[in-house]
């Protein structure tokens, strides 16, 4: 939480004398009495203490919820992670309509999970190709293996364990924040067509995941802030930040905004829900047929993933369950994973006031293909698995040490980091070793300084060359109000939670993650960190580092030596009109061995003006033994005016029986003026006609028998004074806002 203007110069001085406390002695101290004065904090949320009481069984048959939380807090209203009230409301209701459904604009298949436990699986990867096609970034929309994403992150196979699994047990579900590890680190994502869906979750060999080539990463991601509800006997709805703290509605909105936009641009989101209560339903005799969905109730835990696809403001508190209708109007469509058969054709109304639909909201915002020339250097492969809260009280440092993990050159071309809320970031790099001293602290440019969504991936303007068996990442983040960093953490270890969870097989190395706070000054290692009760001893920053194994920053140099050997049989009958200017600076030592067999017919006009300035340094060594049977007919008019320096060194076997007619009038009007014009390469050109966040999505089996099917399966441009005008009303807005809110 930023500062308040209205705080007195005592409480100033004491924070000043809290930095100044954490500078001398380089750890990190936490003030329990008033969180404001915290540097770094850590909010367990409610839901996930809930959550945690429950047995083992229960566990697996329910979503785990996340342990912390993105909240909005008092400036959020001009964070970057969200919409400024004045202007933003203003544009938001003219460009967001009161209804929008995905379907309108791209293709979105309804799926089916079957019987298994891959809800999350399939909501992550509805979401991953929903962005793809909403991008424009494929012609063709891929299909992503769900199952592929369900083995890949479990443990136990019929050869042993994965050596990069979760603590997780096939058929005990999953959460987006596991899929995100996944979709992040390069384990995936697979094509749908190399490891289909299959009605079950029989264990199988190692070999069957490992040999699946992954296709495609995700750079940028995002994860909403939580709307907690409580809803009254009347159903009167209460937003909520946390236990202690209320959302107004005009924030409610904002959140909602965000949300709408971010589909309209981006794609689907995942959610959750409760599942296997059939009077959340709006036919509660039978559900499996209903066409809306609310939960009013937070006693019951979360079960189920579901995918945002749109929204209607209007829908109608009657299409709900006559004896449990919601308050307000309005509510989410989204896509099922149970077939076409299911609900309103695959499809179900989600209320705006159901009690879990805005809790674990999971997007897509960028991706890349993977190549086998890029490098994903990581301490954090399992992902953010929780966020550490960050006061504004200074300059914070984060840094990531990598190991060189081969003798070729490597360039470092870009970062990614979990960081969200509205901070401005410093990149360094130390290419040479894994020192953090500022003075060999390299400063990069990066694409962007501000960040805008969770995960978020950094492309240096200049990739750096690795010169070093170590190399050291620093991200300087400053800001004026609270943000949050993302770090794979394992809970038990580190006492969040009383018994093992899925990151249950997250741990750290002294020596991989760093703290600072005080503007790279000094650093503590991240699993000396200690925060109240919890310690970070497994846990490590959430910073990867691609490389890239050539400069990408050069241009391609080439240099060829060829040596020809040339059998060539050729029956020509050439009629060609050509008006050609050539420009030609080689360098060529050419070895080849042709043996080519060309019977051609080419009737070619052609008309070409070029202006070109030519100056061509050559120097020709030619070793040549040519047997050759030539018939030629030639009728050539020819204007060429050229300059010619050519280095070669060719040695050329050539033994050729040509018959050629050829009729050539040719107009060549060469007007040269190239200079310093130096290349070493050849070009040869052979004829031969010779490619939720957090959701355990089991389902009880036996309601599930009842309930659930078995089957498997721009604005428009504002001219300037208008644009002026918004801007100014937007600001006298804003600031009637802010002085109620001081008054």
């Known amino acids: 939480m930023a500062i308040r203007g209205d705080m007195t110069m005592k409480k100033i001085l004491s924070i000043i004398a809290l930095v100044s406390i954490i500078i001398g002695t380089c750890n990190i101290s936490f003030a329990k009495e008033n969180l404001r004065e915290t540097i770094i904090s850590i909010n367990i949320s409610e839901d996930f203490k809930e959550w945690d009481k429950l047995s083992k069984e229960e566990k697996n048959k329910t979503i785990m919820p996340t342990a912390t939380t993105i909240n909005m807090n008092d400036k959020d209203t001009k964070n970057a992670n969200s919409f400024m009230f004045g202007m933003q409301n203003f544009f938001t209701k003219v460009s967001i309509p009161s209804k929008y459904i995905l379907t309108q604009d791209i293709n979105v298949p309804v799926k089916h999970q079957g019987s298994t436990s891959e809800c999350w699986a399939f909501s992550m990867t509805s979401v991953l190709e929903s962005y793809l096609a909403k991008s424009g970034e494929k012609a063709v929309i891929p299909r992503y293996s769900a199952r592929h994403m369900d083995y890949a992150t479990s443990e136990t196979f019929l050869d042993g364990k994965n050596p990069i699994g979760y603590s997780r047990e096939l058929k005990s579900g999953g959460n987006s924040a596991m899929a995100l590890g996944y979709l992040t680190n390069g384990t995936g994502a697979v094509l749908e067509e190399n490891m289909p869906f299959e009605d079950n979750e029989e264990k199988i060999k190692l070999e069957e995941i490992q040999n699946k080539k992954p296709v495609t990463r995700v750079t940028d991601a995002k994860e909403f802030p939580t709307i907690n509800k409580s809803i009254d006997s009347q159903g009167n709805v209460t937003y909520k930040k946390d236990l202690l703290n209320t959302y107004t509605d005009e924030e409610v909105q904002l959140i909602r905004n965000e949300i709408k936009q971010y ?3 981006y794609g689907a989101l995942s959610a ?12 509660p005799k039978d559900p499996i047929h209903s066409s809306s969905y609310y939960c009013d109730n937070n006693l019951y835990t979360i079960d189920h993933a579901i995918t945002i696809i749109g929204w209607d403001d209007n829908y109608s508190v009657d299409n709900f369950n006559p004896n449990k209708k ?8 989204c896509l099922n994973s149970y077939g076409t058969e299911s609900f309103a054709d695959g499809y179900t109304y989600v209320s705006y006031d159901d009690v879990n639909i805005e809790k674990n909201l999971t997007g897509i915002m960028g991706t890349e293909e993977i190549s086998e020339n890029k490098k994903i250097y990581q301490n954090d492969f399992y992902g953010a698995t929780t966020r550490l809260t960050m006061n504004p009280l200074g300059d914070v440092g984060l840094a990531s040490i990598f190991s060189k993990e081969n003798m070729g050159e490597e360039y470092i071309e870009e970062l990614q980091v979990a960081v969200s809320g509205n901070v401005k970031m410093e990149v360094y790099v130390n290419p040479l070793d894994a020192s953090l001293d500022k003075s060999k602290l390299q400063k990069v440019e990066v694409d962007k300084t501000t960040l805008d969504a969770t995960y978020n991936t950094l492309k240096l303007k200049n990739p750096v060359k690795i010169t070093g068996d170590k190399f050291a990442v620093v991200l300087k983040i400053s800001a004026e109000e609270q943000y949050q960093i993302g770090v794979e953490c394992n809970y038990f270890d580190s006492g969040i939670t009383n018994t093992p969870t899925i990151f249950d097989n997250v741990s750290a190395n002294p020596g991989e993650s760093y703290i600072s706070t005080n503007s790279l000054q000094s650093w503590q290692d991240f699993t000396t960190l200690t925060i109240d009760k919890y310690n970070f001893e497994e ?3 959430c910073i990867k580092a691609i490389t890239n194994t050539k400069d990408t920053t050069e241009p391609d140099t080439n ?19 050509n008006t050609n200017t050539n420009t030609n600076t080689n360098t060529n030592t050419n070895t080849n061995t042709n043996t080519n067999t060309n019977t051609n017919t080419n009737t070619n006009t052609n008309t070409n003006t070029n202006t070109n300035t030519n100056t061509n340094t050559n120097t020709n060594t030619n070793t040549n033994t040519n047997t050759n049977t030539n018939t030629n007919t030639n009728t050539n008019t020819n204007t060429n005016t050229n300059t010619n320096t050519n280095t070669n060194t060719n040695t050329n076997t050539n033994t050729n029986a040509n018959t050629n007619t050829n009729t050539n009038t040719n107009t060549n009007i060469n007007i040269n003026n190239n200079n310093s014009n130096t290349g070493t390469g050849t070009t040869n050109n052979n004829s031969n006609g010779n490619t939720s966040y957090y959701y355990n999505g089991t389902v009880d089996k036996d309601l599930a028998d009842k309930l659930l099917p078995k089957t498997g399966t721009d604005i428009a441009r504002w001219v300037l004074p208008v644009v002026i005008l918004i801007f100014i009303i937007s600001y006298i807005n804003y600031r009637r806002y802010r002085d109620i809110k001081i008054k």
Do not use: H, R, W
């Open 539 to 541: 846990s490590n920053l």
């Open 272 to 283: 959750t829900t409760v599942a296997n209560q059939a009077n959340f339903y709006s036919n």
């Open 263 to 265: 589909i309209m641009k």
């Open 326 to 333: 919601p308050k307000n109007p309005g509510a989410y469509i």
């Open 559 to 577: 240099t060829n030596t060829n040596t020809n050997t040339n059998t060539n049989t050729n029956t020509n009958t050439n009629t060609n009109t």
